[in-house]
């Protein structure tokens, strides 16, 4: 049955980029279509009028879309999800930004990760990523809520040089090259798996202790191992059993960290 047409709105968007954090005040919101002046009935381009068809028959109002993908998720995989806040609200956030709800299964948590990395995020510790697509996805404005500096591997000085002299992959490099700066940051790995071994060579050498890992990168080549191997090294971490991940989920998982960051610290 198609559902009435979408009411107008003001500025807001699709706050499928929010997550399910006990403190739903700092979602954060785009420019969504339902922002254009005049709302239903307003021509485009070819002569139709928006919302269009399909958007009446499926659209919904950004509210009624977060609120509604709480009732699934809940509905669905309610009953395997953590018990507990905030690692509840970190697998349900993963589970809603991947849109799978087997990923419920295979979110593994070692060493406290999430109340580490709030504890060095809230100290203004870098959060070093592996590419620039987990960078783009990473919220601006929680980012300088706590002040914390966004770092790339990718384009870390030097990393090239190293990827080229050693035969390893860029992000590989920009590990390496970044190794002074890794001791308390928070680390996330989105994409290369090549990236997160390198950083675990570090970590198991002594030589960096990173403040807490969220380890999800992607793919049929390394990604399992690398992520196997995470579980077993001495740093708080996050990860999703298997070849599964990518710099969505990533992006997602900081989000969530640096919302919970960016709310006032329990000792103050």
Known sequence: TPRPPLPV?????????????????????????????????????????????LLRAYGLPPDEIERLSRQRI?????????????????????????????????????GDPIQASLDALRDGAPLIVDVGMVAAGISKPLLATPGCELIVALHAAGAESLARSHGITRSAGGILALADRLDGAVVVIGNAPTALLALLDLVNAGSVTPAAIVG?????????????????????????????????????????LLRLASEASPST
Do not use: M, W
């Not at 059993?241 to 989000?255: C, E, H, V």
């Open 9 to 53: 709105r003001g500025r807001g968007g699709d706050t499928r980029d929010s997550d399910f954090s006990p403190s739903p005040a700092h979602r954060e919101r785009g420019s969504g279509g339902e922002g254009l002046p005049g709302g239903e009935g307003l021509p485009t381009p070819g002569g139709e009028s928006l919302p269009g068809p």
């Open 74 to 110: 809940d509905t669905q995989v309610g009953a395997r999800l953590p018990a507990q806040q905030p690692e509840r609200g970190l697998v349900a956030r993963l589970v809603y930004a991947a849109g799978d709800p087997a990923l419920a299964d295979l979110v593994r948590l070692t």
């Open 216 to 256: 999800l990168p992607v793919g049929f080549v390394a990604a399992e191992e690398s992520k196997a191997a995470l579980l077993q090294a001495c740093v708080p971490s996050v990860t999703i059993a298997g070849t599964r991940g990518g710099s969505g989920l990533a992006a997602a998982a900081a989000n969530y």
